[in-house]
């Protein structure tokens, strides 16, 4: 067995993100495709969860990284990479939102999944996210989204502030009405 050289060592290292971000500006296909790697997954979560469909949030994340690739000399701060990945995410799912025809209660009953009710804690478990799920389809989407940025992907709400582009006490209002709505609407399931 040989010893590891020190310059190996180097290549191991992950890049931070501010630095892939200058070689991505650069040109440097590589550095970006690395940036993707890494956050395409929160941003897919994200989006998901705003958007209540696989295809639709697959459809947001692909056109927010293409966008950001070709936005990318536009951003001031190559460290506030990731904040601009999640106020474009989200500013996306937004306005697809809006985009959609209006869903009604029995739109979101027949698309809960089959099977749901029945003995078990693997049924119970799949009643409750399918109620949570619906719940969350119920908020207003500046209030799901900052909800889903505070709860799930522990955000500041300064960062949330930024992201949806209001107050950090716009954004407390609509996390507090969130989970006040939230938390009548799942009573039943504690």
Same mark, same amino acid.
């Given at each position: 067995?040989?010893?590891?050289?020190?310059?190996?060592? /180097?290549?191991?290292?992950?890049? &931070?993100? $501010? *630095?892939?971000?200058?070689?991505?500006?650069? +040109?440097?296909?590589?550095?970006?495709?690395?940036?993707?790697?890494?956050?395409?997954?929160?941003?897919?979560?994200? $989006?998901? @969860?705003?958007?209540?469909?696989?295809? &639709?949030?697959?459809?947001?994340?692909?056109?927010?990284?293409?966008?950001?690739?070709?936005?990318?000399?536009?951003?001031? &701060?190559?460290?506030?990479?990731?904040?601009?990945?999640?106020?474009? *995410?989200?500013?996306?799912?937004?306005?697809?939102?809006?985009?959609? @025809?209006?869903?009604? &209660?029995?739109?979101?009953?027949?698309?809960?999944?089959?099977?749901?009710?029945?003995? +078990?804690? !693997?049924?119970?478990? @799949?009643?409750?996210?399918?109620?949570?799920?619906? /719940?969350?389809?119920?908020?207003?989407?500046?209030?799901?989204?900052?909800?889903?940025?505070?709860?799930?992907? +522990?955000?500041?709400?300064?960062? !949330?502030?930024? *992201? !949806?582009?209001?107050?950090?006490?716009?954004?407390?209002?609509? !996390?507090?009405? /969130?989970? /006040?709505?939230?938390?009548?609407?799942?009573?039943?399931?504690?």
């Amino acid at each position: 067995m040989t010893a590891a050289h020190p310059a190996d060592a /180097a290549d191991v290292v992950p890049l &931070d993100d $501010a *630095t892939l971000v200058a070689r991505a500006r650069d +040109g440097d296909v590589r550095a970006y495709e690395q940036l993707v790697r890494r956050y395409q997954g929160p941003m897919y979560r994200l $989006a998901l @969860r705003v958007l209540s469909g696989p295809s &639709d949030a697959e459809d947001v994340v692909q056109e927010v990284f293409v966008v950001a690739w070709r936005r990318l000399d536009q951003l001031e &701060d190559d460290g506030a990479f990731v904040g601009w990945l999640y106020r474009t *995410t989200t500013n996306r799912c937004l306005n697809a939102i809006r985009a959609r @025809r209006p869903v009604s &209660d029995v739109d979101l009953e027949q698309r809960a999944a089959p099977g749901s009710a029945g003995p +078990g804690p !693997i049924a119970e478990t @799949r009643a409750t996210l399918e109620a949570l799920h619906r /719940a969350l389809r119920r908020l207003t989407p500046e209030q799901r989204a900052c909800w889903l940025l505070r709860e799930v992907h +522990g955000r500041s709400y300064d960062e !949330i502030a930024r *992201t !949806i582009g209001t107050t950090a006490t716009a954004v407390r209002g609509r !996390i507090a009405r /969130a989970r /006040a709505q939230l938390a009548e609407v799942m009573a039943p399931w504690r």
